[in-house]
C-alpha cells in the first residue's frame, strides 16, 4: 500500500510550493559556484569496493607490509630512518597526506607507513591503508626528481585512496562466488607482486601480479597529479616521469612499467587535465 502519495496531497499548496522552491535552490543547477569541484574529474568509488569491508583488505595489507619489511630488514635492504632518500620520501610523503582525506575518510585514522627498500628494482607501490614503499632503482636508475617522486607516490596512493585493491577483491568475490573471501585469495589482491620485489616477499607464495583495470591506473594518474599539486609539487612531471619510464624501457622493461602500460597514452591524458591542476599547483607554491 502506497501512503505516502494521500499525504504528499493532502499537504497545503503553500508548504508544497516552498518545499519545491527549497529544492531547487539547493539542486547543482542552482548553485554552480558553490558545487563544482577543483581539479580532476573522476567520479565515484567503485561499488564492487563495498563487498569487502575496508579494515579487513587494511588489516591483511599491514601484515603483508610488515612481513615485507622484516623480510628486508634481515638481508640489510630496508632502508634506515636517517638514509637521505628516505628523509626526502617521507618529507614528500608528508606534503601529500593531508590532501588525502578528501578522496578518503578513512585516510584520516590510516597508519602511514614509507620505506625505501634497496632493491635495483624499478618499483613503488602503496598498499591498502597507506603503506608506502619506493625500491632504490626508481629513484637511481630514472634519477627523479622531486616532482616526479611526488607524481609516483601520489599515483601509487591514489590507487589506496581509490580502494582499487578492495575493489577488485569485491568483483573476484562475485566472479567466484564466493561469500568470504579467504586469506590466499586476499594476498594475491593487495599489493605486491613477489617476483617484482627481489623474492622479498616470498612470503606469500601464492602472490600474482597486481595488475589494475586501465580505468583504474588512468583515476590513479589522475587523482595522483591532483595530490601532488596541492601539495605543491610540478604535475608537468608527470609528463617527465613518463617519459623517462619510457626511456629505461629500451633496455629491460622496469617492473613498474609491466604493471603501468602504455606511457603515450597516459602521457596525453596527463596533458590533457594539465590545466585543472596547474593552478592547484600555482597556489601551493605561493601559499
Ligand atoms: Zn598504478
Redesign the pocket.
Known amino acids: 500500500m502506497n501512503i505516502a502519495q494521500p499525504f504528499t496531497l493532502r499537504l497545503p499548496r503553500r508548504l508544497v510550493l516552498q518545499g519545491m522552491a527549497l529544492v531547487l535552490a539547493l539542486s547543482p543547477a542552482a548553485l554552480p559556484l558553490a558545487i563544482a569541484r577543483e581539479g580532476v574529474d573522476v567520479g565515484g568509488n567503485s561499488a564492487f569496493s563495498k563487498l569487502v569491508p575496508a579494515d579487513s583488505v587494511e588489516r591483511s595489507a599491514g601484515q603483508q607490509y610488515a612481513q615485507m619489511l622484516q623480510q628486508a630488514a634481515d638481508k640489510n635492504a630496508l632502508g634506515a630512518k636517517d638514509n637521505p632518500q628516505v628523509r626526502r620520501l617521507r618529507a614528500i610523503a608528508k606534503n601529500i597526506i593531508p590532501f588525502a582525506v578528501e578522496w578518503n575518510p578513512r585516510a584520516r585514522d590510516w597508519r602511514w607507513e614509507v620505506n625505501l627498500i634497496g632493491s635495483k628494482q624499478v618499483n613503488a607501490f602503496c598498499m591498502p591503508g597507506g603503506k608506502i614503499a619506493f625500491y632504490s632503482g626508481i629513484l637511481e636508475q630514472l634519477k627523479l626528481s622531486d616532482d616526479e617522486v611526488a607524481m609516483v607516490m601520489g599515483?601509487?596512493i591514489a590507487?589506496a585512496l581509490r580502494e582499487h585493491a578492495r575493489e577488485r577483491m569485491g568483483k573476484s568475490a562475485v566472479t567466484h562466488g564466493a561469500a568470504r573471501i579467504g586469506g590466499a585469495l586476499a594476498a594475491t589482491l593487495l599489493g605486491v607482486d613477489p617476483r617484482l620485489t627481489d623474492g622479498l616477499a616470498r612470503g606469500g607464495a601464492n602472490l600474482l601480479t597486481l595488475q589494475?583495470s586501465r580505468t583504474?591506473?588512468s583515476e590513479?594518474d589522475l587523482v595522483g597529479m591532483e595530490l601532488a599539486a596541492r601539495a605543491g609539487y610540478n604535475p608537468k612531471a608527470g609528463v617527465t616521469l613518463w617519459q623517462k619510464m619510457g626511456a629505461a624501457s629500451q633496455g629491460a622493461t622496469p617492473q613498474w612499467l609491466s604493471?603501468?602500460p602504455s606511457g603515450n597514452s597516459r602521457i596525453a591524458e596527463i596533458e590533457k587535465n594539465l590545466p585543472k591542476v596547474m593552478p592547484l599547483y600555482a597556489r601551493a607554491r605561493r601559499g
Open positions: 599515483h601509487e590507487h589494475f583504474d591506473e590513479a604493471t603501468h
